[in-house]
C-alpha cells in the first residue's frame, strides 16, 4: 500500500469514533458543569461555618469544575469550560459588567497549562489550583464588591463573607476532582 | 500547534472580553443584558433541581437538629394516647352502665309499684348449646345487706330471669328460668292459658324452657307470648317470659306443652334487677289475700 508522506492515516471509522467522543464528552461535561453551578448558588449557597460567624457563603463549584477540566483534559477544555461556566456563574449571581467569563477561563486555561508543564496530575496538585483559584474569586469579588459595601466594615466583611467562600471552596475542591476524574474514567474508551 | 493554541487564547480571552465590555456598556445604558437573560433560561432548571435537594437537605439536618424534641414530644403524646384509651375505656363502661339505668328507670316508670334492687352478675354456671352457653344459675352482689330475700324474682327490661334461692350477706344465687328445678305459673297473652314455664333438658341446648300443663285442648299456636301469671306467689302477674316457638300433645298425661324461648338472652348476663316488692296480681287483678311471700 502506498502512502503519500506528510499525510496521515487513520482506519477506517476512526473520525466518526472520535467525533462521537467528543460529542459524548462535551454534553456530559456541559451537563456537570450545569448541576454543579445549579448547586452552587442554591443548595451550597446555605451552607455556613461557625468559625466565620454564621453569614451563608458558597463554594465556587463552577471554578473549581473549569480548573479541574482544564487540568485533567487540557487547556482547551478547561478554557471553553471557564468561558461557559463564567457565563452561567455571571447569569446567576453577577451584576454590571460580566467578568465572570474572563476571570473563569482564564482559570481553566492556565490549570491545563501550568499542570500539564510543572505538576504531576494528582489531587494534591488540584488543591494547590484550587486555593490559588479561590483566593483569586475572592479578590475579585472583593474588587467587585468595594463599590457597593461602603458601610459594612471591609475587614468584617472579608472575614465573614469571603474567607468563608474561599475555605469551602478548597474544601470542596476534592468533591470535584473526583467527579471530573470520574467522568473521565467513564468516558474512556474501552479497548 | 503552538501558534493554534496561541490563536484559541488569543480568541477566548478577546470574546471574554468583548462579553464583559459589551455587557457592561449595555448595563451602564440601562439595557439588560441578553446574555444573562439567556444564562438564567439555561440554568433555571438545573437551580430548580438544586433547590429542591437543598431543601431537602435542609429539611433533614433540621429534623435531626430536633431530633430530641421530637423524641420528647413522642413520649408524651404516647402518655397522651394512653390516658386518652384508658378515658375511651372508662367512657365505654359508663355508656354500658348508662344504658342499663335507663332501662332500669323504664322498669321503674313502667312498675310504679316495683321495689327493685339492681344487681351485677358475678359468676355463672351454664349449659353448654348450640346458641352458645346458657347460664342456669347466677351469683349476683347482693345479699342481705341489700334487702335480697329467698323467692324474690329476679328480671331484666327484656323479661324475666329467675328467683333468688339463696341469699349471704352480700351476694346471692338466683336459679335461671332454664334450670330444671324453677317453675314458673305463666299463661299465654292471647288466649289467656295457664301453665307451668319449667326449665327441660330436652330444650336446654337451645336456650328454651318448657310450659307445661296446658290443658289438652288448649289455644297454644307458635308465636304466643308468654308472661307471669302472678299464681304461687312468687313472680309478679306480667313479666314478659318468652314466645312459643314449638307446640306438642303429650298423649300419655292428656297435656299439651309448648317450648318457649325466652326473652332474656342468658348467654350474656351481666346486669339484672331484683324485685324485692310488688303489688301482687292474680291474672291481671290485684291479690287481696296478702299471700305474698
Known sequence: MNRRPGIRYTAVGTGRRVLTEQIKLTVTLALTGLVLIGLETTALSRVKIPLFGWQAASPALGLLFSMAVGFLHGEREGGITGLFAGWMADATMGDGMMLCPLLYFLC????????????????????????????????????????????????????????PAWV???????????????????????? | MSR?????????????????????VFAVMGWGSLLRDAGSAVIYPFQWIGSKIGNGISGFFSYLADLDDLQAELESVRAENQALKNQLIDAEILADENAWLYHYLSIKEEHGDYALCAASVISSSSASGEGGDFATELTL????????????????????????????????????????????????????????CEGDYSVLHMGQAILKNLPEEADVQVGDI????GRGSVYPYGIPIGRVTEVTANAFVRTTEAAVEPFTDFSELTQVVILTDYTHYVDGYENTQGDRP
Open chain 1, 108 to 163: 481553566g486555561y492556565l490549570s491545563g497549562t501550568v499542570g500539564k508543564r510543572r505538576l504531576a496530575h494528582n489531587l494534591p496538585s488540584f488543591m494547590i489550583f484550587s486555593v490559588m483559584g479561590g483566593g483569586l474569586r475572592c479578590l475579585w469579588a472583593v474588587s467587585a464588591a468595594a463599590v457597593k459595601l461602603r458601610g459594612l466594615p471591609p475587614a468584617v466583611w472579608i472575614w465573614t463573607g469571603l474567607v
Open chain 1, 168 to 191: 469551602l471552596t478548597v474544601l470542596f475542591s476534592a468533591a470535584v476532582y473526583g467527579t471530573v476524574k470520574g467522568e473521565q474514567w467513564l468516558l474512556k474508551p474501552k479497548s
Open chain 2, 4 to 24: 493554534i493554541k496561541q490563536r484559541f487564547f488569543i480568541a477566548c480571552l478577546g470574546l471574554a472580553l468583548a462579553v464583559a465590555l459589551f455587557t457592561g
Open chain 2, 141 to 196: 352482689n347482693r345479699g342481705s345487706s341489700s334487702g335480697v330475700e329467698t323467692g324474690m324474682p329476679v328480671i331484666t327490661p327484656s323479661g324475666l330471669v329467675g328467683v333468688v334461692v339463696e341469699v349471704s350477706l352480700h351476694h346471692c344465687r338466683v336459679m335461671t328460668l332454664l334450670d330444671t328445678s324453677v317453675s314458673v305459673g305463666a299463661v299465654t297473652t292471647r288466649a289467656t292459658e295457664n301453665g307451668l
Open chain 2, 226 to 229: 308468654v308472661v307471669t301469671s
